[in-house]
């Protein structure tokens, strides 16, 4: 997530969300979840950032994005009193998402879209728990450049078999 050199009417910054700066995306009843990173360099956390599919790019529209970190999933899915995840939303999680509905452009008394956005969170939750901890473009940063090229080859008929860069 990034912030856009683009700002609205009203001064304020634009942010923008998914593509190649997500780890992955996805579409599920009416929203769309890209897990990304948040900030710059290794100081990026990981967050999960959701946003209407329909009615996007309307002007005028309030529709914005709400995003959930890591640190702050645990809060999200339900567990037992014994610290089992149960796998279903704890009530934070619909308290949460109730107040979500408006900044997403959809209506706080809408019980349908109040629960896809409950079911959406749930179910990519495990994705925000497994992302990396940092960015790819940092990593390929801090690797640098290759110090051997190895090409190995069938010695019988000289086709070459992989090629790795150490």
């Given at each position: 997530?990034?912030?856009?050199p683009?700002?609205?009417?009203?001064?304020?910054?634009?942010?923008?969300?998914?593509?190649?700066?997500?780890?992955?995306?996805?579409?599920?009843?009416?929203?769309?979840?890209?897990?990304?990173?948040?900030?710059?360099?290794?100081?990026?956390?990981?967050?999960?950032?959701?946003?209407?599919?329909?009615?996007?790019?309307?002007?005028?529209s309030?529709?914005?994005?709400?995003?959930?970190?890591?640190?702050?999933?645990?809060?999200?899915?339900?567990?037992?009193?014994?610290?089992?995840?149960?796998?279903?939303?704890?009530?934070?999680?619909?308290?949460?998402?109730?107040?979500?509905?408006?900044?997403?452009?959809?209506?706080?008394?809408?019980?349908?879209?109040?629960?896809?956005?409950?079911?959406?969170?749930?179910?990519?939750a495990?994705?925000?728990?497994?992302?990396?901890?940092?960015?790819?473009?940092?990593?390929?940063?801090?690797?640098?450049?290759?110090?051997?090229?190895?090409?190995?080859?069938?010695?019988?008929?000289?086709?070459?078999?992989?090629?790795?860069?150490?």
């Amino acid at each position: 997530m990034e912030m856009s050199p683009v700002v609205t009417p009203d001064g304020r910054p634009m942010w923008s969300a998914g593509g190649k700066h997500a780890w992955k995306t996805f579409e599920h009843k009416g929203f769309v979840v890209s897990m990304e990173w948040v900030g710059k360099g290794k100081k990026a956390q990981a967050c999960m950032v959701i946003w209407p599919a329909s009615n996007v790019f309307v002007p005028g529209s309030s529709d914005g994005m709400w995003v959930i970190g890591r640190r702050a999933i645990t809060q999200f899915v339900g567990f037992t009193s014994a610290d089992k995840a149960t796998g279903g939303p704890s009530e934070h999680c619909w308290r949460e998402a109730r107040e979500a509905l408006p900044l997403l452009g959809k209506d706080v008394n809408d019980r349908h879209a109040l629960h896809a956005l409950v079911d959406t969170v749930v179910r990519f939750a495990p994705d925000l728990v497994l992302m990396p901890a940092t960015p790819r473009n940092v990593l390929n940063d801090l690797r640098g450049e290759a110090m051997w090229e190895m090409t190995v080859k069938n010695k019988s008929t000289g086709k070459v078999m992989s090629e790795a860069s150490v």
